[in-house]
Antibody
Framework: QVQLVESGGGLVKPGGSLRLSCAAS????????MSWIRQAPGKGLEWVSY????????YSADSVKGRFTISRDNAKNSLYLQMNSLRAEDTAVYYC?????????????WGQGTLVTVSS | DIQMTQSPSSLSASVGDRVTITCQAS??????LNWYQQKPGKAPKLLIY???NLEIGVSSRFSGSGSGTDFTFTISSLQPEDIATYYC?????????FGPGTKVDIK
């Protein structure tokens, strides 16, 4: 069965950095686009970034462009999100999802999420 | 960015009731509209993709319809396990955007 397990969240000060990981299993990771989607406490869902199956196509939301970088290691079945220059408004549960691009590439499975708290 | 609106923002219904949620996009998104269910403390779960296609393994009491800018999500007979927040999402254009959610509970 498809499993996505995020890790790497925690408490970080404004301006700090954090790297999230997502370990995938139960499907051929290298065949799928992957994405990160976040949810601030008590709020709705916000798409963050997606990466193509080979890693050569990347798009990110304007709110994180230049600060967050999505990447993947197909040999390790892993997805990453490098988060730099963190702000209070980045506080959220970060979900990795299989798929999650546009027009036919649906986010069909999501991990359980990892909480990132940006606070001094 | 494409703005997604949902109504109502919350509803309370009895077990067995038919429940309908509407979602409207600020511009034509064809049928690139998905519906997710999120239970408290859990990750969203895909129920309906491309406006009307039921995800494998999802109960047939869930259904979706619509195209262009106006979409509808229906629970044909509300069950206690359907208590959740439901989100629509457009993925026609970047950035993909979600509606604000509809919280459903039991009367």
């Amino acid at each position: 069965q498809v499993q996505l397990v995020e890790s790497g969240g925690g408490l970080v000060k404004p301006g700090g950095s954090l790297r999230l990981s997502c370990a995938a299993s139960g499907f051929t990771f290298s065949d799928y686009y992957m994405s990160w989607i976040r949810q601030a406490p008590g709020k709705g869902l916000e798409w963050v970034s997606y990466i193509s199956n080979s890693g050569n196509i990347i798009y990110s939301a304007d709110s994180v462009k230049g600060r967050f970088t999505i990447s993947r290691d197909n040999a390790k079945n892993s997805l990453y999100l490098q988060m730099n220059s963190l702000r209070a408004e980045d506080t959220a549960v970060y979900y990795c999802a299989r798929g999650g691009a546009v027009r036919g590439i649906v986010a069909d499975y999501w991990g359980q999420g990892t909480l990132v708290t940006v606070s001094s | 960015d494409i703005q997604m609106t949902q109504s109502p923002s919350s509803l309370s219904a009895s077990v067995g009731d038919r429940v309908t949620i509407t979602c409207q996009a600020s511009q034509d998104i064809s049928n690139y509209l998905n519906w997710y269910q999120q239970k408290p403390g859990k990750a969203p779960k895909l129920l309906i993709y491309d406006a009307s296609n039921l995800e494998i393994g999802v109960s047939s009491r869930f259904s979706g319809s619509g195209s262009g800018t106006d979409f509808t999500f229906t629970i044909s007979s509300l069950q206690p396990e359907d208590i959740a927040t439901y989100y629509c999402q457009q993925y026609d254009n970047l950035p993909q955007t979600f509606g604000p959610g509809t919280k459903v509970d039991i009367k």
